[in-house]
């Protein structure tokens, strides 16, 4: 069983910061592209940033300039630091990770919510 752990949601005032992170096995991590998604109350789960093991990246149009994602191979994490957050941000944030080869598993954290509000 892989499991994807995330870390560092909770409640941020509208134009702070946040930094997620998760950590994956490394079995995967290497060769796994490793993303974010968010899903909004009420809403579809979204992609916010991917990161593929050769780095290339994906970012959504709406947090382009705001967030960075990056990853650590030694360490086996990916982090996703998010600026000038706004209230549209709120989602539950889950971690993801790619097989490259299509048609294969794909991995998902628990999830971990960020809340932005005044």
Known sequence: QV???????????????????????GS???IYTMGWYRQAPGKQRELVAALSSGGDTNYA????????????NAKNTVDL????LKPEDTAVYY?????PVPGRANYWGQGTRVTVSS
Do not use: H
């Open 28 to 30: 995967i991590f290497s």
């Open 61 to 72: 149009e709406s947090v382009k300039g705001r967030f960075t994602i990056s990853r650590d």
């Open 95 to 99: 971690c993801n990770a790619k097989n």
């Open 81 to 84: 630091q998010m600026n000038s």
């Open 3 to 25: 499991q994807l752990v995330e870390s560092g949601g909770g409640l941020v005032q509208p134009g702070g910061s946040l930094r997620l992170s998760c950590i994956a096995p």
